[in-house]
């Protein structure tokens, strides 16, 4: 049936709805010569209002509406076309790539998009996809507001094709992730982590000093970073994900419990407690001993880090600030007193299952806002001790407090706000146009899918294996909610 006007087929449709079939829909394409509906009950309708709707919702949402148990196959193959009719296949949002990286470029000024060509083929006049960068203008300008501290990683995107996604994160004073800098890459290689930092240093670092990095020791990235100019003294530092070094060093050695000694050991914020922990690492095997020994202790303990890392100790950034705002503990007893340095004796903290106790002596530096219990230097808060010294002297602890955490500097990096990107009608043309690269598409076996993300120990629940370790040995020292 043919219609007149676009009124008349959205008057028809709207009839046919509650007349006959019954059922709700939701508008999936609307223009001056277009209206395209999709049932809310069918599959499609499902993907559209659920983006996470998966295998086992279509067998079971058939299995209501039918009593049929669908095959596996096929509700895999219903769900994949879903898809495709919802947000498009791969080729096709590649080649709308450009238009849309514009588009948000057009709807937020400032936006940065940088694009690193594989080739060109003459026969078509059209570029093969490569790297592409963009960094929003809003956290750009966040960032100058948060902590010295970029967190970089990568993971495997979950299509046909073997593409990377680069992801530059920092902290904000309020111990929220705010995202940098993204890259689509081919791979993780030596030269696309020298692409991606120079983008990084180049947009959103712009000659800021005291940068610290911190990221996995994949060989390529550790590469790019000591020839890149802002991670590398004098003007800034590279430091190593503490949950990767514990993996990887758990891929060695095969133990938990060791593993959790080498979390303790990297977490700790005084020389001496991570002394003592690398003795009884020794102690139980020189092996590991000597694996994390050969590891620069600058790049991942955090009592010799110096205070680059702001307390940041891996690249996932939920578990970075470790007890930043806990609750104060005893405050310690003031025994020595100097205009600038002052030292003091606090109790021990015992480990859990010890009762070991005794007094310890720290000296604060308020001049140079410094204790030596760790923590001020890496938190930017003054500890326990430090406030005990500013009482004493009548000094605000507060104006002790490093800036980023400071309520206008938090406010300051969400204040400039995104502005939405409008429908595809009111895209400028892209001044080329892109296709992706069909030699990197990944091989795949018959039957049911396999994931494409590299599983290691580190997504393996290892609970029950530290309990048995400990029970074994008898040391309740271990916590078990380390990574």
């Known amino acids: 049936m043919l219609f007149k006007t676009k009124e008349e087929l959205m008057e028809a449709v709207q009839d046919h709805s509650i007349r006959h079939a019954r059922r709700e829909y939701y508008v999936t394409e609307s223009s001056k010569t277009k209206w395209k509906v999709l049932c809310k009950h069918s599959t499609e309708g499902h993907v559209k209002c659920n983006p996470s709707y998966g295998i086992k919702h279509v067998i079971q949402n058939v299995k209501d509406q039918t009593g049929y148990d669908v095959p596996y196959q096929k509700a895999w193959y219903s769900l994949k076309m879903a898809r495709e009719i919802v947000y498009g296949t791969w080729e096709s949002s590649v080649k709308k790539l450009p238009a849309y990286l514009g588009a948000i470029q057009k709807y937020n000024p400032g936006t940065i998009v940088e694009w690193k060509h ?14 592409v960068f963009w960094a929003f203008k809003p956290c750009i300008d966040g960032f100058q507001f948060c902590r010295n501290v970029i967190s970089v990683d990568g993971t495997h995107l979950y299509t046909k094709y073997k593409y990377k996604l680069l992801i530059a994160a920092a902290m904000d004073g309020n111990q929220q992730v705010l995202p940098l800098a993204f890259a689509v890459v081919d791979e993780e290689t030596y030269p696309s982590w020298k692409w991606f930092l120079q983008q990084l240093s180049r947009h959103v670092i712009r000659g800021r000093r005291g940068m610290c990095l911190i990221s996995d020791r994949h060989g390529g990235l550790i590469k790019a970073v000591r020839e890149g100019p802002d991670f590398v003294s004098p003007h800034g530092v590279h430091r190593y994900c503490l949950r990767h070094v514990c993996s990887n060093f758990n891929s060695t050695i095969k133990n938990v419990v060791l593993k959790d000694l080498c979390w303790q050991a990297g977490s700790e914020y005084q020389s001496r ?8 690492i020794k102690k139980q095997d020189v092996k590991a001993f000597a694996y994390l020994d050969a590891i620069n202790k600058e790049k991942w303990t955090a009592s010799h880090d110096g205070g680059w890392r702001c307390g940041i100790l891996t690249t996932n950034m939920s578990e970075c600030i470790n007890g930043v705002l806990k609750g104060a503990r005893r405050l310690p007893l003031l025994s020595t007193r100097s205009r600038n340095t002052v030292t003091l004796n606090s109790p021990r903290r015992s480990l859990p299952g010890q009762g070991r106790h005794g007094m310890n002596t720290h000296v604060v530096k308020i001049a140079n806002r410094e204790c030596s219990c760790g923590k001020w230097n890496q938190f930017g808060i003054p500890c326990s001790h430090a406030q005990k010294v500013c009482g004493a002297y009548n000094i605000s602890a507060a104006s002790m407090v490093k800036d980023y955490y400071d309520v206008m500097a938090y406010n300051n990096t969400y204040s400039k706000h995104f502005e939405p990107v409008q429908s595809e009608d009111y895209w400028d043309d892209p001044n080329f146009q892109l296709v992706h690269d069909p030699t990197i598409r990944t091989v795949t076996r018959p039957g049911r899918n396999q994931t494409t993300r590299i599983h290691n120990e580190m ?25």
């Open 118 to 131: 594989k080739g060109f083929q003459a026969s078509t006049g059209k570029y093969v996809m490569g790297y």
């Open 273 to 280: 407690k991570f002394n003592r922990i690398m003795d009884e």
């Open 459 to 483: 997504d393996w629940r290892q609970t029950r294996a530290r309990q048995e370790a400990q029970q074994q040995q008898g040391d309740s020292s271990v916590q078990e909610n380390v990574p």
